[in-house]
């Protein structure tokens, strides 16, 4: 017969979901609970009295812990160099955080001696399968509670009304319904009138970046300098990793830049609507990409970019504890020995253009890429291969035209 966990370690964000788990926990199971909470970049808004509602809301412990140097350093420098992106678009900022707070969540149970992990992910969801692969990798003798799988609670709305009949703090209204996200790399923004992708995002959508009509009509500039595929330098001014997003973060959004809407496939089987701002990350990833194309040769840049593919399908779906991800990451760190030098960047009402990419490792010449004919490419050389790479084509075509082959 199972028994009830009597202490659980919950993943709480201080936001809806996770403020009414933890009164409806200690009513279904009579238990303790042990609010755990990874700062990552939230803001001080989403953090401020979190210990408190935490504790008014019933917990018996609770932890926060700032982890953002780690969660750049370890979780979104990787990503970075792997150049993953999911569907040509969304950079990864949800997923790759999971992994990292479901970590310190099991930590957390570990030390405390809970017997039971908890997460507040909704029943449609990627996060439930982000967090709870991280459970199974790290821990995998813990019971799960997936609250949205069993509860009778319906809706956002449902939620509301749970947490007002309980005297639970939050912050979430009925008449501005979003579900947010947030960290160091990104923003991302769900529901209300987003879940129709007919409708397009109203103004209230849009948090963190300035409307691109609305941003500077100078530009910006910026140089951004990578030691090995990591940005480690803005504007010659090398600085510790959450700190150097979190600059890049601020001069994207003064203008624009980093704005996504987007329809994806969620890993559980649907399709769905989210806008996301990302406006450091997307002036890191395009300078990376840029630095690539000068320093990486063209067939280790071709392999590379499919299995990027590969590697954001594997963060996107929650596969980060696994030895295909250890695999991958040897291959790319490999490829990023010599990805090191700057990129100049100009932003401009939403754009990002490429001014300048530079590397002590570039594999670009001049005297070879110039049109002017040199002594370090021979022009004849050229109708040999040719020849040889056209000859199943030319066999072909005299089977198929019935041209004598003599």
């Known amino acids: 017969m199972e028994?009830?966990?009597?202490?659980?370690?919950?993943?709480?964000?201080?936001?809806?979901?996770?403020?009414?788990?933890?009164p409806w926990l200690r009513e279904q199971y009579d238990c303790e609970v042990v609010a755990v909470c990874g700062d990552i970049g939230q803001?001080?808004?989403?953090?401020?009295?979190?210990q408190r509602k935490a504790r008014d809301s019933g917990a018996s412990e609770i932890f926060v812990d700032d982890?953002?140097?780690?969660?750049?350093?370890?979780?979104?420098?990787?990503?970075?160099?792997?150049?993953?992106?999911?569907?040509?678009?969304?950079?990864?900022?949800?997923?790759?955080?999971?992994?990292?707070?479901?970590?310190?969540?099991?930590?957390?149970?570990?030390?405390?001696?809970?017997?039971?992990?908890?997460?507040?992910?909704?029943?449609?969801?990627?996060?439930?399968?982000?967090?709870?692969?991280?459970?199974?990798?790290?821990?995998?003798?813990?019971?799960?509670?997936?609250?949205?799988?069993?509860?009778?609670?319906?809706?956002?709305?449902?939620?509301?009304?749970?947490?007002?009949?309980?005297?639970?703090?939050?912050?979430?209204?009925?008449?501005?319904?979003?579900?947010?996200?947030?960290?160091?790399?990104?923003?991302?923004?769900?529901?209300?009138?987003?879940?129709?992708?007919?409708?397009?995002?109203?103004?209230?959508?849009?948090?963190?970046?300035?409307?691109?009509?609305?941003?500077?009509?100078?530009?910006?500039e910026v140089t951004i300098g990578f030691e090995q595929g990591n940005p480690v330098s803005i504007d010659g001014e090398e600085l510790g990793a959450a700190d150097l997003l979190a600059n890049l973060n601020r001069l994207g959004a003064e203008n624009g830049v980093g704005r996504v809407d987007l329809v994806e496939n969620r890993f559980v089987g649907m399709k769905s609507r989210g806008c996301y701002e990302t406006p450091g990350g997307s002036s890191i990833?395009?300078?990376?990409?840029?630095?690539?194309?000068?320093?990486?040769?063209?067939?280790?840049?071709?392999?590379?970019?499919?299995?990027?593919?590969?590697?954001?399908?594997?963060?996107?779906?929650?596969?980060?504890?696994?030895?295909?991800?250890?695999?991958?990451?040897?291959f790319v760190n490999k490829t990023q020995e010599n990805v090191s030098g700057e990129v100049t960047l100009r932003l401009h009402k939403g754009r990002i253009d490429v001014l300048s990419r530079t590397s002590p490792y570039s594999l670009y010449s001049l005297d070879i890429a110039s049109f002017t004919m040199g002594a370090d490419y021979e022009p004849k050389d050229a109708r040999g291969f040719i020849n040889l790479i056209g000859l199943p084509i030319e066999a072909r075509s005299r089977v198929m035209t019935g041209v004598d082959e003599s």
Request: charged share 25%; net charge negative.
């Open 67 to 220: 982890m953002q140097e780690e969660f750049v350093r370890d979780y979104v420098w990787p990503v970075v160099r792997a150049g993953a992106v999911y569907e040509d678009k969304y950079l990864l900022g949800t997923s790759i955080a999971r992994p990292l707070l479901a970590k310190r969540q099991v930590e957390v149970a570990l030390e405390t001696g809970c017997d039971a992990l908890c997460h507040g992910c909704t029943g449609k969801g990627n996060d439930q399968v982000r967090f709870e692969l991280t459970y199974k990798a790290l821990a995998p003798h813990l019971k799960v509670i997936a609250p949205w799988r069993i509860w009778d609670i319906q809706s956002r709305e449902d939620a509301i009304d749970y947490a007002q009949s309980h005297n639970v703090p939050i912050d979430a209204t009925k008449a501005k319904i979003y579900s947010r996200d947030r960290n160091l790399w990104h923003l991302s923004h769900e529901g209300g009138e987003l879940e129709d992708p007919v409708n397009s995002p109203s103004h209230s959508v849009w948090t963190w970046s300035v409307d691109p009509d609305d941003a500077p009509d100078e530009p910006a």
């Open 43 to 50: 803001g001080d808004e989403e953090l401020a009295d979190i």
């Open 285 to 330: 990833m395009t300078a990376h990409r840029e630095l690539e194309a000068l320093t990486l040769d063209r067939a280790t840049a071709h392999c590379k970019r499919k299995l990027a593919l590969d590697y954001a399908d594997l963060v996107y779906n929650g596969l980060w504890f696994t030895p295909l991800r250890e695999a991958l990451d040897s």
């Open 3 to 22: 028994t009830n966990p009597k202490k659980i370690a919950l993943a709480y964000s201080g936001g809806l979901d996770t403020s009414i788990i933890i």
